[in-house]
């Protein structure tokens, strides 16, 4: 079956510092993979996806991610955070296999972003 | 380009009342989803329609929660009766098609007491 992990509840970091927010999953098939944003009252924000290509994906805000088969990971990053990143990020996946590419969402990791 | 639709934000009631939540897709949007996100968890998928036809309704509890697309377009999903734990934030999301990448709504906020 698969599942998607979000390890940290909560990921601190100062402004300007590098930020990475851990995602792991777990599918039959080839994943398709996806990381959205959560600002408080709003609905989901889609950042970024890998379906085949590049391991690493460039995305929305300058957020990218670095898909690693080996590991099944899909980690998001950005050079430097802003406090206005703060906010509740989840990873999701889909997998192909089946035909309804159901998305599974992880339980979410909340980013603080410190001046 | 308008965004996904959906009403009402916020919901008050009781245990055992009915309630509906409305959802107006992206327009030329093929597939629409409902999830239910309660507080501290990620989106549930409940339901998945592709045009007027459900995809996948496997985590959708039947006895309580019902959904339609009737024209393919608008999408409503009731919870008759509703229950204390059905207490969540409802999304409306929808894409151009099952592999795409999907655009959620605000939600709708559902308190039952």
């Known amino acids: 079956a698969q599942s998607v992990a979000q390890p940290e509840d909560q990921v601190n970091v100062a402004e300007g510092n590098p930020l990475t927010v851990k995602c792991t999953y777990s599918?039959?098939?080839?994943?398709?993979l996806f990381w959205y944003v959560q600002y408080p009252n709003r609905g989901l924000q889609f950042l970024l996806k890998?379906?085949?290509?590049?391991?690493l994906v460039k995305g929305s805000y300058g957020f990218e991610a670095e898909f690693n088969k080996s590991q099944t990971s899909f980690h998001l990053k950005k050079p430097s955070a802003l406090v206005s990143d703060s906010a509740l990020y989840f990873c999701a996946v889909r997998d192909p296999v089946g035909g309804g590419f159901k998305t599974i969402f992880g339980a979410g990791t909340r980013l603080f972003v410190k001046a | 380009e308008a965004g996904v639709a959906q009403s009402p934000r916020y919901k008050i009631i009781e245990k055992r009342q009915s309630v509906a939540f409305w959802c107006n897709p992206i327009?030329?949007?093929?597939?629409l989803y409902w999830y239910q996100q309660i507080l501290g968890q990620g989106p549930k998928l409940l339901i998945q329609?592709?045009?007027?036809?459900?995809?996948?309704d496997s985590q959708l509890p039947k006895d309580r929660f019902s959904a339609e697309r009737l024209k393919g377009v608008d999408s409503t999903l009731k919870i008759q009766p509703a229950k204390l734990e059905d207490s969540a934030v409802y999304l409306c999301a929808s894409s151009t098609g099952l592999q795409e990448t999907q655009y959620f709504g605000p939600g709708t906020r559902l308190l039952v007491l």
């Open positions: 329609f592709q045009n007027n036809g459900v995809v996948d």
């Open positions: 599918v039959s098939g080839n994943p398709y």
């Open positions: 327009s030329g949007h093929a597939t």
């Open positions: 890998y379906i085949t290509g590049d391991n």
